[in-house]
């Protein structure tokens, strides 16, 4: 059963800087690739940034220069780096897998719970 959990959420103001982590276990499929989801109300779940298992990396637009993602394949983790936030940044995070062959699909992708992180000017 794969699970995987966020953590690193919380409140931070204009211009700083968190980061996320995501725990992964139970991925019965090999060189899983990972990424980042972000959903803030009213809005639908977005792919913020993904990485392959063997660390090719892609952002949205809207992330691009600030976010960085990697990933320790050994430790089943993987990170979110977020800089200079801003708060259209504001949204619940999803760390989300899937198989590497696989395309990214919001009914079809594995998923966490999500953390809240929350940008105040």
């Known amino acids: 059963q794969v699970q995987l959990a966020e953590s690193g959420g919380g409140l931070v103001q204009v211009g700083g800087s968190l980061r996320l982590s995501c ?3 139970g991925i019965g499929f090999s060189r899983p690739t990972m990424g980042w989801y ?23 637009d809207s992330v ?3 976010f960085t993602i990697s990933r320790d394949n050994a430790k089943n983790a993987m ?6 936030l801003k708060p259209g940044d504001t949204a619940v995070y999803y760390c ?12 079809r992708n594995y998923w966490g719970q999500g953390t809240q992180v929350t940008v105040s000017s």
């Open 38 to 60: 972000r959903q803030a109300p009213g809005n639908q779940r977005e792919l913020v940034a993904f990485i392959t298992h063997d660390g090719i990396t892609k952002y949205s």
């Open 79 to 84: 990170y979110l780096q977020m800089s200079n």
């Open 23 to 25: 725990s992964a276990s």
């Open 96 to 107: 989300a897998a899937k198989d590497r062959f696989a395309q990214w699909d919001i009914d």
């Open 64 to 66: 691009k220069g600030r």
